[in-house]
Structures are given as structure tokens and as C-alpha cells.
């Protein structure tokens, strides 16, 4: 007598969701919070952004699908500002291309931008790093970090729509943006000293800004240091520095 073969078991229950979080929720890290968040609880599906806020939609066992509603709100990155989450259930597509981060869509809406936010301590302590590629690098900045208000040109908020548009990304800056483990991953005003601005100081109304770089800082503290006044430019508008 042959053992019977047990049955073929059951395909364990899964549900989909289709999540839109609402508030200052661009700007501040919040796709790949999603995307590490949907990785972790195994899910697949993907996040997006359009100017009404940011749209998810995840698909998995119920409790982890659950479990990754809860916790949208409540681990939200430390600069986002969540004002609501809205969640329906939608047909479940059998999708296995785990998850992904998928290009914004543009329309009307109204999401909030974040404010600038100063240089973070991780940045702060890259800067004065001698062995880090952004040793000195005075445009340092990261997910939790750095311009914001001031560099949008429209939105969604991604680097095509902000004043970083003209500064292609050097491979390394590129593959940072593109690492879910990098802490510059989807940082969209990221650079370096080799793809990013660079430092240039203006003497006047006819100087065109020939001295650039450490060249230029050097003139600043010398030109500082012999009571001139200097204005620099820097996120959110100019500060003027002097001798006091
Ligand atoms: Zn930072
Ligand atoms: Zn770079």
C-alpha cells in the first residue's frame, strides 16, 4: 500500500493595499522609509510620489500588510510631518517583483515641503573626516539633512524639480542614491566635491567669480580678516559676516 501523498497545501491568505500618506511627507526620506519598511515585513508592491503626497501599495499576509499600515504613522523619518492615512483594499495581483521605489507622477495637489534643515552630526562628522570623499565639502547633505524649501522649483519633490536639476550625479553620488542601504539613498540635493556646486567668490559687481573652491575661501578670511563685509550665500538666503 502506497502512503497517500498529502494534500497540496493551501496558498496562505494575502491581501493588498493601497496606502496615500498626506502632510510634509516629501523631502525627508519618506519612499525609501516605505521601501526599507515593505522589505522588511516582506511585502511586495511599491511606493511613489505624486504633489498630492505619497502613494504605496503593498501586498502580503494580512497580519504583515497590518502590522505595515501601523507602522507608516507611528516610524515615520524624524523631519516628516504626517497629517493623515488613508488605506483601501485593492485586488491582489500576485506581483513578485518584490518592491519598488517607481518614477513620481505630476498633477495638482497640495503636499507640503519641507523646511531647510542645518548640516545633521553623521554629515557634520563626514565633513571633518580627512579619509571621506566630502571631507570639506561645504554642500554636504543627506536624507535627514540639508536644503529643501529653498532648492524647489516645483513638485513632487525630485531632483529634475529642484535647482540640483543642472548637476548630473558622479558614479559614486549615483550609486548612493540608488543603495536602499545607503543613508543618501533617494536624497535628491546629494554631491560631491567632483558632480556637485562648487565654492566661488565674487569681489564686486563686475567680478565674475574667478576664484573658486579653497582659493576662494582663503580670500574670504583674508578679505574678513581686513574688515571687509561679506554676504554668503547659503540655504534659505544670504548671511552677512564681518569682523564685529
Ligand atoms: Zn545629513
Ligand atoms: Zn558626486
Redesign the pocket.
Known amino acids: 500500500m502506497t502512503p497517500r501523498k498529502p494534500p497540496p497545501a493551501a496558498a496562505p491568505p494575502r491581501v493588498r493595499r493601497h496606502l496615500t500618506v498626506r502632510g510634509a511627507v516629501q523631502g525627508v526620506g519618506f519612499r525609501p522609509f516605505v521601501y526599507t519598511l515593505a522589505e522588511e515585513h516582506g511585502l511586495t508592491g511599491w511606493v511613489t510620489n505624486d504633489a498630492d503626497g505619497v502613494h504605496t501599495e503593498v501586498e502580503g499576509p494580512p497580519a504583515a500588510v497590518d502590522a505595515f499600515t501601523g507602522a507608516i504613522g507611528t516610524r515615520a523619518p524624524p523631519l516628516a510631518l504626517v497629517e493623515s492615512v488613508e488605506h483601501r483594499a485593492v485586488p491582489v495581483t500576485h506581483d513578485d517583483g518584490g518592491f519598488t521605489i517607481l518614477p513620481s507622477a505630476t498633477g495638482p495637489g497640495r503636499t507640503l515641503i519641507p523646511p531647510d534643515t542645518a548640516?545633521?552630526d553623521?554629515?557634520l562628522a563626514e565633513l571633518a573626516d580627512p579619509a571621506d570623499r566630502r571631507y570639506r565639502h561645504p554642500f554636504?547633505?543627506?536624507t535627514?539633512?540639508?536644503p529643501r524649501f529653498t532648492i524647489v522649483t516645483g513638485l513632487p519633490y525630485d531632483r529634475p524639480l529642484t535647482t540640483m536639476a543642472g548637476f548630473p550625479l558622479c558614479a559614486d553620488c549615483a550609486r548612493e542614491y540608488a543603495d536602499p542601504a545607503d543613508r543618501r539613498f533617494h536624497a535628491q540635493p546629494i554631491a560631491c566635491p567632483r558632480c556637485g556646486p562648487r565654492l566661488t567668490l565674487c569681489r564686486g559687481p563686475d567680478d565674475p567669480g574667478t576664484l573658486r573652491d579653497t582659493e576662494a575661501l582663503d580670500e574670504a578670511r583674508r578679505l574678513l580678516a581686513a574688515g571687509a563685509v561679506l554676504a554668503v550665500k547659503g540655504i534659505g538666503g544670504y548671511h552677512l559676516a564681518c569682523d564685529a
Open positions: 548640516t545633521c553623521v554629515c554636504i547633505t543627506c535627514h539633512c540639508g
